[in-house]
């Protein structure tokens, strides 16, 4: 089982950038995925979640509006589209599936490596 | 939204020592907490899931328990490997969230 985060870079405030995680190793579409990030210095914050069937997804509020997080299960990759990205934004973002088949609300197993967003000008 | 408050934030410890933090709930979750190590520069690893029950692979000396609105993670005898930080996280409902972590430094 392996997931694989990429797409951060570097983007001024007010900017669009997308995060993509390739999961590998499972059944794709029946598991839920999310994102959560750190920002420097700072603990974890979770951030998004898709259901297995795409059918729901849930955002915290700090990026409620501006996020959104859909799933391809052809190629097995979950996209978070970020808007409107202000400077708290900045951090490491880390792709995680539920560990458990089938359910949204559970815990994280396993988790990518993380892509770093930095939001500056 | 339910919120995750870790204690203590941080704490000295030597190798052997028994260590005990506490994750307190704004609200009664049942046993929906898990709990996570972080090392810089790694992905976070889960430890316990379901408050007490301990994810394969997972060396016996780390344990949970809890319910309802307090639960602990203890290390009976801590190792040179165990110096990380620790997060405790509720899945009783949306918002999903993470208590703000206890930093376990060498003494």
């Known amino acids: 089982v392996q997931l694989v985060e990429s797409g951060g870079a570097l983007v001024k405030p007010g900017g669009s950038l997308r995060l993509s995680c390739v999961a590998s190793?499972?059944?794709?579409?029946?598991?839920?995925m999310t994102w959560v990030r750190q920002a420097p210095g700072k603990g974890l914050e979770w951030v998004s979640l898709?259901?297995?069937?795409?059918?729901?997804?849930y955002y915290a509020d700090s990026v409620e509006g501006r996020f959104t997080l859909v799933r391809d299960s052809a190629k097995k990759t979950v996209y978070l589209q970020m808007n409107d990205l202000r400077a708290d934004d900045t951090a490491t973002y880390y792709c995680?599936?539920?560990?458990?088949?089938?359910?949204?609300?559970?815990?994280?197993?396993?988790w990518g490596q993380g892509t770093q967003v930095t939001v500056s000008s | 939204a339910i919120q995750l408050t870790q204690s203590p934030s941080s704490l000295s410890a030597s190798v052997g020592d028994r260590v005990t933090v506490t994750c307190r709930a704004s609200q009664a979750i049942s046993s929906a907490l898990a709990w996570y190590q972080h090392k810089p520069g790694r992905a976070p690893r889960l430890l316990i899931y379901d408050a007490s029950l301990l994810e394969s692979g997972v060396p016996s000396r780390f344990s949970g328990s809890g319910s309802g609105t307090e639960f602990t993670l203890t290390i009976s005898s801590l190792q040179p490997e165990d110096f990380a930080t620790y997060y405790c996280q509720h899945f009783d409902s949306f918002p999903l969230a993470f208590a703000g972590g206890t930093k376990v430094e060498i003494k």
């Open positions: 898709i259901s297995g069937g795409s059918d729901s997804a």
């Open positions: 995680a599936r539920v560990s458990q088949e089938l359910v949204r609300l559970g815990y994280f197993d396993p």
């Open positions: 190793g499972f059944v794709f579409d029946t598991y839920a």
